[in-house]
């Protein structure tokens, strides 16, 4: 069955603290992508990457890296954590084509105190 | 540039009532529309997708229809459950993949 793993599920860490959040999918999907989804504010595209080695600027990318390693393997860096980035962080993957919808993890839930 | 429009943040109906979620967008193409669902303390999940020969997509008694010409793609069930209380996402998909700010629907006994 298809599916998207993050990990960690919970991470709290401190102001300026370094924080990795991993996304692995096995579906053989081309696009994987990252939001943060805040009350009132939606899903926000981070960043996204159409394949291994590529990396595409969504709409919200301030303070944030991210590194496609694999075709499977995306992670989103925070190099210097801040409060404003504590949120709920959801990877998804899929494939190519417009009538492809996006499969979604069970998301992170970062806080940064 | 691409955008998806949810007018409403929160629709709140009493079990049974119909249900209306509402949807537009704005594209330079003709996009594939998505309505996702998320309840709470989970991930969103994909409810409906839009067709490109005018099908009606339904899943779990909901219903949508894209509408070219309004360019809407509201989201509709004849009578809500209770269950049916969740977060709902429009969105569409050109190349990258546009999202609504989403309704939140909640359905009271």
């Known amino acids: 069955e298809a599916a998207v793993t993050q990990s960690p599920r919970n991470k709290v860490t401190v102001t300026g603290g370094n924080v990795t959040l991993s996304c692995r999918q096995t579906?053989?999907?081309?696009?994987m992508y990252w939001y943060r989804q805040d009350t009132g504010h939606g899903l926000r595209l981070i960043h996204y990457?159409?394949?291994?080695?590529?990396?595409q600027i969504g709409d919200v990318p301030d303070g944030y890296k991210a590194t496609r390693t694999t075709q499977e393997d995306f992670f989103l860096l925070l190099e210097l954590a801040s409060p404003s980035q504590t949120s709920l962080y959801f990877c998804?993957?899929?494939?190519?084509?417009?009538?492809?919808?996006?499969?979604f993890g069970e998301g992170t839930r970062l806080s940064v105190l | 540039g691409d955008s998806v429009t949810q007018t409403e943040g929160l629709v709140t109906l009493t079990e049974g009532l119909p249900v209306m979620l509402n949807c537009t967008y704005q594209?330079?193409?003709?996009?594939?529309l998505f309505w996702y669902v998320q309840h709470l303390n989970e991930a969103p999940k994909l409810l409906l997708k839009?067709?490109?020969?005018?099908k009606r997509p339904e899943h779990q008694g909901f219903h949508a229809t894209l509408h070219k010409s309004s360019s809407s793609f509201h989201l509709q069930k004849s009578s809500a459950q209770l269950s049916d209380s969740a977060l709902y996402y429009c969105?569409?998909?050109?190349?990258?993949?546009?999202f609504g700010d989403g309704t939140q629907l909640v359905v009271k006994p």
């Open positions: 998804a993957s899929s494939l190519r084509g417009d009538n492809q919808a996006p499969l």
């Open positions: 579906n053989s999907h081309n696009y």
């Open positions: 839009s067709f490109t020969d005018n």
């Open positions: 969105a569409l998909r050109n190349n990258r993949i546009f």
């Open positions: 594209s330079t193409y003709s996009p594939f």
């Open positions: 990457s159409y394949g291994a080695g590529n990396l």
